[in-house]
């Protein structure tokens, strides 16, 4: 159920790396915006933005709750995905190909970082 080509965060997140440009998408993980309920706003940093690994990026708010949106690795913001402004629902409907944010990772990046499988064994 979990794509094997994301890296995932004990809090949720994935991380989506892409090697013909060195940066990753971010976004979370379907468990996550089931246990959110129906998402209805999405904040997000600004475009340069630089942050830490484990470092509150920006909240996301359903009817339920509002939670905080940790960093999986290190980085600068490159992009903010702004569908998600107009349409936060996206991360309910596809999860895993809703980003949240682009960023490009700085250092090493991906210790503690779970694979899929590791992942799934987490949320069970």
Known sequence: ?????????RDHEWLRFD???????????DFAQAQLGDVVFVEL???G????????????????AVSELFMPVSGEVTAVNPALARA?????????DAWMIRIRPSGGGDEGLLDAAAYESLIK
Request: charged share 20%.
């Open 1 to 9: 159920m979990y794509p094997t080509d994301l890296k995932y965060t």
């Open 19 to 29: 090697d013909s440009n060195g940066e990753a998408a971010v976004g979370i993980t």
């Open 45 to 47: 940093p600004a475009v």
């Open 49 to 64: 933005r630089v942050l830490k690994q484990g470092e509150v990026f920006g909240t996301i708010e359903s009817v339920k």
């Open 88 to 96: 936060p629902e996206q991360v309910n409907q596809t999860a895993h």
